[in-house]
């Protein structure tokens, strides 16, 4: 199972981006999708995450401007970044948690994918 994400770039500040992870291989299912950020300087942070059946949860630094979505049928998450600051600028991470993979199955568990870089400046 791989997660592939895209979207990161430069942006400036008030702009928008979206992001994208899609996660492929011989998937049953994905409970948890979210995105992690990690700014220079700093410990990496949850953004926001989504569960399967639609629950969300957001840091408070990205309430109201940021909005996670999934696509269960493509195993995708989305993250659509509204108003940005120069202090979002950070390396950002897909991740999936709780996964049921392969013929059998198998429970698979905190996958992350590769870093987009997101730059806001001022």
């Known amino acids: 199972v791989q997660l592939q994400a895209s979207g990161g770039g430069l942006v400036q500040a008030g702009g928008s981006l979206r992001l994208s992870c899609a996660a492929s291989?011989?998937?049953?299912?994905?409970?948890?999708m979210g995105w992690y950020r990690r700014a220079p300087g700093k410990q990496r942070e949850l953004v926001a995450s989504i569960t399967s059946g639609g629950s969300t949860n957001y840091a408070d630094s990205v309430k109201g401007r940021f909005t996670i979505s999934r696509d269960n049928a493509k195993n995708t998450v989305y993250l659509q970044m509204n108003s940005l600051k120069p202090d979002d600028t950070a390396v950002y991470y897909c991740n999936a948690d709780q996964l049921r993979v392969g013929v059998f199955r198998t429970r698979e568990y905190d996958l992350w994918g590769q870093g987009t870089l997101v730059t806001v400046s001022s």
């Open positions: 291989g011989n998937i049953f299912s994905i409970n948890v």
